[in-house]
């Protein structure tokens, strides 16, 4: 017997098992050779929502929960959010490693030189209602992209897969800026190459009559920080959404239409969204009390707290309740944001949310200055999606290149009911739509 297994018992036959434990974890396969007899398919494990299931090996992302701990290939996120940028970081969850200023060089010149979209995207954003969500728009976008660029089907072919990464990383802002521009009813800005990224995209979102748009470079630096904070967060929603759509080997387009749709729900990349419409429908400090009630009553949810693996402080959300003063001392005071100090002050020492571990995750405090920098809170999850676009992809370049992934097909415990005969319509009884 091995020290690192697991010996277990089978009551119902009475034989015993023993289980090899690898990396902390047994495989669930070595789960179905316990059977009651030939006609048994073999023990499964039920683990609804994933709460504790690792559905791969991954080496980009690593989260420590208990402890508030996020890193990149090994770099903490305070370190990258304090001296690194966002194009930086992207190449690094990409490829494992740091570049050297000739691979930057080469990265900035590849991304800079792919943000122009085809023409004909602005005639189908142009089809969407004056009042669409950016985020749906940005999602048929994004799935749309695959049309323009058929061979991006040859996923296994890694000269084609690095163009469709760049292609994504470099066209994300576009899209995301044209569907704000066609909300608003604004003419497309194009790209500006001699812009940064996050540069060219405050350009393209807010372009008017100058001949040559300047960032604010607080604001400029403020989008790149959140940038690099949103760039991964291993097997989230989102993520799992393109290992999944991905693993039946469709283009990364279409993969990642399917994260964009995951992150737009209210409880992922849409709660900074909810967060603010939270804080506005609180509308002041006084009525924070009476709202914390209803959240203990169970009749809402404090939009913005809680986290399925941070069971301490978000460490993303630390490090933008720092970088709000900077933003605001450029733009005006938020004024929701002695709203949400108030909420987060009761919240931290009240038994109910201290029992259950729940601290402001990085939604509560980042919709407060998308807003103060002047982005409608319908931009927010779009937000997101412009940055989590390198760590869809490095996810999902990890499970093309991982020879144990196979197309995902998760079981089932069927419950339901067991054989019957087909009931003509009118012989069907009113209750049971059964022969009555
Ligand atoms: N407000 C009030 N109660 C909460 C909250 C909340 N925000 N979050 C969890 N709880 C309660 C929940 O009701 C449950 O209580 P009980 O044990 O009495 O039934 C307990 O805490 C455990 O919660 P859970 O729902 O089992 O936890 P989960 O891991 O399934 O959900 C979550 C995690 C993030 C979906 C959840 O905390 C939530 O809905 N938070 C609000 C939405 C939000 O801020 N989402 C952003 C997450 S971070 C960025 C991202 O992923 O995009």
């Known amino acids: ?168 990383v470099a066209k994300m802002p576009t899209l995301a800026a044209f569907a704000y521009r066609h909300s608003l009813g604004m003419p497309y800005a194009y790209p500006d190459n001699d812009l940064s990224y996050t540069g060219n995209f405050l350009n393209m979102l807010f372009k008017t009559t100058e001949v040559k748009y300047q960032p604010n470079a607080t604001l400029e630096r403020a989008l790149e920080v959140l940038f690099i904070l949103h760039a991964d967060h291993e097997q989230n929603c989102s993520t799992n959404a393109v290992r999944s759509v991905g693993s039946s080997q469709v283009d990364p387009y279409c993969a990642l239409a399917g994260g964009v749709a995951a992150l737009y729900g209210p409880l992922h990349g849409g709660a900074n969204e909810a967060v603010l419409r939270m804080l506005a429908e609180i509308g002041s400090k006084d009525h924070v009390p009476a709202f914390i009630k209803e959240v203990k009553s169970g009749k809402d949810k404090l939009m913005g707290f809680g986290h399925r693996v941070y069971k301490n402080y978000d460490p993303r959300a630390t490090i933008i309740k720092r970088m709000a003063d900077e933003v605001f001392e450029v733009t005006r005071p938020n004024p929701l944001l002695p709203i949400a100090l108030e909420l987060e002050r009761i919240a931290l020492q009240d038994d109910y949310f201290v029992s259950r571990k729940l601290y402001p995750n990085v939604d509560f405090y980042s919709g407060l200055i998308y807003q103060a920098m002047g982005f409608p809170v319908e931009m927010f999850p779009v937000l997101f999606a412009i940055p989590r676009t390198s760590g869809w992809l490095a996810q999902w370049q990890e499970m093309r290149n991982d020879p144990e992934q196979k197309i995902a097909r998760p079981r089932q415990l069927y419950l339901g009911a067991g054989k019957r005969s087909y009931v003509e319509i009118g012989k069907r009884d009113e209750e049971s739509g059964t022969d009555g």
């Open 1 to 168: 017997m091995t020290a690192s297994s697991l010996t277990v018992t089978d009551n119902r036959t009475g034989k015993s098992y023993e289980i090899p434990i690898t990396n902390g974890a047994i495989r669930a396969m070595d789960l179905r050779q316990m059977r009651t007899g030939p006609e048994d398919f073999g023990l499964l494990a039920y683990d609804p929502a994933f709460t504790n299931t690792a559905s791969c090996i991954s080496r980009i992302t690593e989260i420590d929960g208990d402890r508030g701990i996020l890193r990149y290939r090994g770099y903490p996120i305070e370190e990258l959010a304090e001296r690194s940028n966002y194009l930086e970081v992207a190449y690094l969850i990409l490829n494992g490693e740091l570049p050297t200023i000739a691979q930057m060089d080469e990265w900035v010149y590849e991304v800079t030189h792919h943000t122009w979209v085809h023409e004909n995207v602005k005639k189908f954003m142009d089809g969407f209602h004056h009042d669409a969500h950016a985020m749906g728009m940005l999602c048929s976008a994004v799935a749309a992209l695959s049309t323009f660029y058929p061979e991006a089907k040859n996923g296994g072919d890694p000269g084609t897969r690095k163009l469709q990464i760049v292609r994504l």
